[in-house]
């Protein structure tokens, strides 16, 4: 049981059922996915079902009223193989109809899907960091995947198939009321109990299907977890525990989807019921009718045909209705997230960055993640255009804060964040954060070739470029020793390469980016000796003429900075050149001190 409730920490809150009535607007928002191709493909779609209806409608008039009233029952055989080719041609016309129907249905479906899914990834990579703190990457794919192609019924048939419904409906009561209007009535007077059932359902369908979403979510954010995470499951041997954690949260998912299937499945029996009473009654009271000679046989087998025909799409109408609210529950959560504006926006009267000279400054800044603590108290600090600094400190004392406020990955609650003299939510955000570029620790490796993933930060560049970034950061040697050099091919996160060869590539890919400022976080922490030597010769091209923000924890590396600033619990402590605080004797002095004594104590 503990096992349980600290393994739940892992997982994520932010999903839940949204409390909303049916909202028609929203589905008309939806839909107004469909308006690029109103003009073109819906026509025809339209039209084509139309004809598709017309068809149906008129076919049992032929068979029932005009074969048995004017051709079988007069004996008149001409008139009947005349009437049979009539309703074989119309047949044949409702087959054409239908496959273009179905053709330029399926088309604008997809295009839809397409457009939908493109506008929401497009929209999630504007958001701000944090927006993804708050949110598992499952929980956003199961947005991007699954909430949109749970649409794809209600766009490819869903529409199309109400339209033909409500005028095949409407078309039948209005001939049943012409043919009999008392024989209509008794017929179809279960209809208002049936509405006030599917009523009743609505809701409860509606969250059921809310809950499916929410099952998915949390399903395939475990998912992605484990598989991120297996080397350390793995590692503590708790394969067997996340086994279970999987199954029960498998079986949630299970239990959601038969719920959610059982209360769709309720509809269809109401209405095979109400068909089965509807054919009762015409067969009683139609026989009397024909006895006393009120309706003819024909009209009674019209009748028949129609009311068969009647039920049909009352059935596929609540099919449809499911449709629409599987849709209003993906559609929910799809617009939660379009809706959601980022936390650093940029103005609409951002100015261009202009020539960069790397100044930055931070006046009275306070910074804070949540209420609950704050990361960064009063920060007043300068970094001159070409210096390189180093921030210092432990765990938590801000320094990670203070350059994600330099890229404005966030924004400061309190204070300013300026370069070279123009606040940083004056500015373009591309233009900014194109001149700052990041070497991290834990260094994110795409799927692709190794000449991509150096070339990512300016895609415009040439082989020739990307082989001397390549060169001058060290890592030249150790491409052209794979196979296919730099075509090799690397997966997701790059571990078919060390972690010393993946840090040299996102050297050599800031390098490229040529970026004005550049923050390495922890850059050398996870490179061995003589790796961090290549690097350190690299880095001479790479920091000259830019201003260099550098975290690191083996203070051996920052000794050459122009500026030390230690950090604690978000303050300022001291700052200075490397001699400076070490004859200042104060924290920094007290943490080389540590440091070196930790080294000789492993020696």
Excluded: C
């Excluded at 990579?125 to 708050?134: A, E, P």
């Excluded at 509405?195 to 509606?206: A, D, E, G, H």
């Excluded at 059921?208 to 793995?234: A, C, F, P």
């Amino acid at each position: 049981m503990e096992q349980t409730t600290k393994r739940s920490r892992f997982h994520y809150t932010t999903e839940q059922i949204i409390e909303k009535p049916f909202n028609w607007k929203q589905m008309v928002r939806l839909f107004s996915y469909m308006k690029p191709y109103a003009r073109t493909l819906l026509p025809k779609t339209i039209i084509a079902m139309l004809i598709v209806t017309a068809v149906r409608i008129t076919v049992p008039i032929f068979i029932g009223v005009l074969a048995i009233d004017y051709a079988i029952v007069p004996g008149d055989l001409n008139l009947l193989y005349m009437f049979a080719a009539m309703v074989l041609a119309m047949y044949l016309l409702s087959w054409i109809a239908n496959v273009f129907r179905i053709r330029w249905m399926n088309e604008i479906g997809q295009h839809m899907i397409f457009d939908i899914r493109t506008a929401l990834f497009n929209h999630i990579q504007r958001l701000s960091h944090r927006f993804f703190d708050q949110r598992s990457g499952g929980s956003i794919l199961v947005r991007v995947i699954n909430d949109v192609n749970s649409m794809q019924d209600l766009f490819t048939n869903g529409v199309v198939n109400l339209l033909m419904d409500i005028v095949m409906l409407l078309g039948i009561v209005v001939i049943l009321f012409t043919l009999s209007p008392e024989l209509a009535i008794l017929v179809l007077f279960v209809l208002p109990i049936m509405f006030f059932i599917s009523t009743k359902l609505r809701r409860k369908i509606r969250r059921s299907w809310q809950s499916v979403r929410i099952r998915q979510s949390k399903m395939n954010s475990h998912l992605n977890e484990s598989i991120q995470g297996i080397r350390v499951t793995q590692a503590y041997a708790q394969e067997e525990e996340n086994r279970k954690f999987f199954h029960d949260v498998n079986t949630d998912n299970y239990e959601s989807w038969k719920h959610a299937t059982r209360m769709n499945a309720i509809f269809r029996p109401f209405v095979e019921m109400a068909s089965a009473i509807g054919a009762v009654v015409l067969i009683w009271y139609g026989a009397n009718l024909i006895e006393s000679q009120a309706i003819s046989i024909g009209i009674f087998v019209s009748f028949a045909f129609y009311l068969g025909m009647f039920w049909e799409p009352i059935s596929r109408l609540g099919q449809v209705y499911n449709q629409l609210l599987v849709g209003m529950a993906s559609s929910e959560r799809i617009f939660e997230f379009l809706d959601e504006k980022p936390s650093v926006p940029e103005k609409a009267d951002a100015k261009p960055l202009g020539e960069v000279k790397g100044e930055m400054r931070f006046e009275g800044v306070e910074f804070a993640y949540d209420e609950s603590r704050k990361a960064l108290q009063d920060i007043n600090l300068t970094f001159e255009g070409g210096e390189t600094i180093a921030l210092v400190g432990h765990t938590g004392s801000g320094k990670s804060t203070i350059v994600n406020l330099m890229s404005r990955f966030y924004d400061p609650t309190k204070g300013r964040v300026l370069l070279d003299g123009r606040d940083l939510r004056d500015l373009r955000l591309n233009e900014l954060r194109s001149n700052v570029s990041y070497v991290l620790q834990d260094t994110f490796i795409f799927a692709g070739t190794i000449m991509d993933n150096i070339r990512f930060g300016r895609p415009d560049a040439t082989d020739e470029e990307v082989m001397d970034a390549a060169r001058a950061i060290g890592a030249h040697e150790f491409i052209e020793k794979l196979e296919k050099g730099y075509d090799t091919e690397v997966e997701e996160k790059g571990n078919v390469l060390s972690v010393g060869e993946r840090q040299l590539l996102s050297f050599a890919r800031a390098l490229l980016a040529n970026p004005r400022i550049l923050i390495l976080d922890e850059a050398t922490a996870s490179i061995d000796t003589e790796t961090e030597l290549k690097i350190q010769q690299g880095l001479k091209k790479l920091l000259a003429g830019r201003t260099a923000v550098m975290i690191a924890h083996r203070l051996s590396t920052i000794r050459d900075a122009d500026k030390i600033i230690v950090l604690e619990h978000g303050h300022v402590l001291e700052e200075g050149t490397h001699d400076q605080l070490m004859t200042a004797e104060g924290a920094y002095y007290e943490l080389v001190k540590s440091q070196y004594a930790a080294i000789m104590e492993n020696e």
